[in-house]
């Protein structure tokens, strides 16, 4: 007994890149799981803007992550020295020690680069 199977490359690469199926659901999983890796890996509470799409493109399905928190490229590429100066009032308040001080300038020292989605994209793989 002998089983006849044609494949015809159109319709097979038709229903590869169905909405929804089966290279769909399999990309929309693996973009789901770095997207957990990239909220559990981002600073306070910027990781519930986490957001997740898949995009048709050209060569065919692209997972995209996005974060919409505000700050996050400050996060990402971190921050140089800079003051800080009052804007809304005529004095910055703020503790140090016990002791509230007040300034009409302070210079940030900084921070140091957290580039947590490109951590999540290497984890996820």
Sequence with gaps: MSVEVTLEPGRLARALKARN???ERRLRARTERVAAIARAEAPGSMGKGIVTRIDRVPKGL???????HPATRYVIEGTKRHPIRARRRKY???????EVLFRKEVMHPGTRANDFLTRALLLGR
């Design 92 to 98: 910055l308040r703020f503790e140090v020690g016990g």
């Design 21 to 23: 199926g089966i290279v």
């Design 62 to 68: 692209a997972g995209v992550i996005t974060s919409t």
